[in-house]
Structure formats: structure tokens, C-alpha cells
């Protein structure tokens, strides 16, 4: 079966980096998007970017373009998200999310979240 | 704010029928990209509930449907119960390459 295992909580200081890592397993790695989507405390979810671990081409949302770098390793069924420049808004639980079905856009299997604490 | 506009909450009484609205634009829902909802309990991931408008995953119950029209999306829930109290989100994509979530809706069962 499909599995996303995240790795643990961070807590990280204003100006810092976090990343973030994505171990998939129970299907063929490289046919599926992973998207990255963050939900702060009592808010929505906002979707960052994904990538297609075929090529390892990415698609990042505007708002965070200079700040996300997303990545993965075929070897390790791995994808990893790296925030950088943190502030305290930065404060969210992180999920990565499969495609449903190849190419729609649509997480269909999420990992279990990693909460990313930014305080001084 | 988010791209995709949804009510802040509903409630009805268990039994009863609920609808959900998802809102979007001409570069989202109206330019003819699916969308998609979610159902998030408290403290957990989303769960996909409806895919590609209005198709169920397996394993979710035919009370949940979905359905599209021009640039707006809802979600009907009937035979309310009281475990469908959660967070529900809307899901398209956006011609400026993005995907997009709506803000969320919490269903409360009365």
C-alpha cells in the first residue's frame, strides 16, 4: 500500500533553513507528482510546489519561489523540501502528498505532516 | 486569502442535507480544470473525498457528491452524521501553474 513517512518536528530560529524529507514506498516512485502543502495552526492549506520525481523538474507557487527548494532522490524514494529564511509565519505542519493517478493534480495520499516550530 | 472561495462553516442536524460551495475564477474552475475535496478530521491529514468533480475513492460513502458548474464547485453531504464534523476544502488548478486550495469550510453536526 502507498506510504509517505515524514521525517520529525524541527523547531528552527528566525533566518534559519529547515528541510523537510518524504519516504515514499508501496509504488513505483518516479509515475506519480508529490506536491508540499502547509497548514498553520487554525488555518487552511497552502499548497508550495511539487515536483516530478521522474525528472526531477519542479513547479513552486509564486509566494514562495525564492525561498522553496524541492528535490528527490530516486535511490531513497525520497523527496525533500527545503524552506529557507524562516519567520515565525513559517510556524505550520508540512505534508507531502502523492497524485492520486499520475499527472492530476490531486494529492490522493498525504504523510502524516512534520510540525516546523520557527521561534526565537 | 485564498483563491478558491468557500462559506467559513455550515451546520445541520444529523439526517439532514448539507452543501458545501467552492467559488473560483476563470483561470481556475471556470477555465475547466477539476476540482477536487477534502475532508480533514482534527489533528490528521486530509483525506481525498471527491476526485475529478465528482468521483468518489473507494471506500467513501455515496452520501458524499460532488458536483461542477461554470466557474463553481459543491459538496452535498446527506444523511448527515455526526462523524462528518470537520474541515472541508476545495482543490483546483490555476492557469498561472498552481494548485489552488479554497479556505476551508467546518461542517458542524448539531
Known amino acids: 500500500q502507498v506510504q509517505l513517512v515524514q521525517s520529525g518536528a524541527e523547531v528552527k530560529k528566525p533566518g534559519a533553513s529547515v528541510k523537510v524529507s518524504c519516504k515514499a514506498s508501496?509504488?513505483?516512485?518516479?509515475?506519480?507528482?508529490m506536491h508540499w502543502v502547509r497548514q498553520a495552526p487554525g488555518q487552511g492549506l497552502e499548497w508550495m510546489g511539487m515536483?516530478?520525481?521522474?525528472?526531477?523538474?519542479?513547479m513552486i507557487a509564486q509566494k514562495f519561489q525564492d525561498r522553496v527548494t524541492v528535490t528527490r532522490a530516486t535511490s531513497t524514494s525520497t523527496v525533500n523540501m527545503e524552506l529557507s529564511s524562516l519567520r515565525s509565519e513559517d510556524t505550520a505542519v508540512y505534508y507531502c502528498?502523492?497524485?492520486?493517478?499520475?499527472?492530476?493534480?490531486?494529492?490522493?495520499?498525504w504523510g502524516q505532516g512534520t510540525l516546523v516550530t520557527v521561534s526565537s | 486569502q485564498s483563491v478558491l472561495t468557500q462559506p467559513p462553516s455550515v451546520s445541520g442536524a444529523p439526517g439532514q442535507r448539507v452543501t458545501i460551495s467552492c467559488t473560483g475564477t476563470s483561470s481556475n474552475i471556470g477555465a475547466g480544470y477539476n476540482v477536487h475535496w477534502y475532508q480533514q478530521l482534527p489533528g490528521t491529514p486530509p483525506k481525498l473525498l471527491i476526485y475529478g468533480n465528482s468521483n468518489r475513492p473507494s471506500g467513501v460513502p455515496d452520501r458524499f457528491s460532488g458536483s461542477k458548474s461554470g466557474a463553481s464547485a459543491s459538496l452535498a453531504i446527506t444523511g448527515l452524521q455526526p462523524e462528518d464534523e470537520a474541515d472541508y476544502y476545495c482543490q483546483s488548478y490555476d492557469s498561472s501553474l498552481s494548485v489552488v486550495f479554497g479556505g476551508g469550510t467546518k461542517l458542524t453536526v448539531l
Open positions: 502528498a502523492r497524485d492520486r493517478e499520475p499527472g492530476s493534480t490531486s494529492p490522493g495520499y
Open positions: 515536483i516530478d520525481p521522474s525528472g526531477g523538474s519542479t
Open positions: 508501496g509504488y513505483t516512485f518516479t509515475n506519480y507528482y
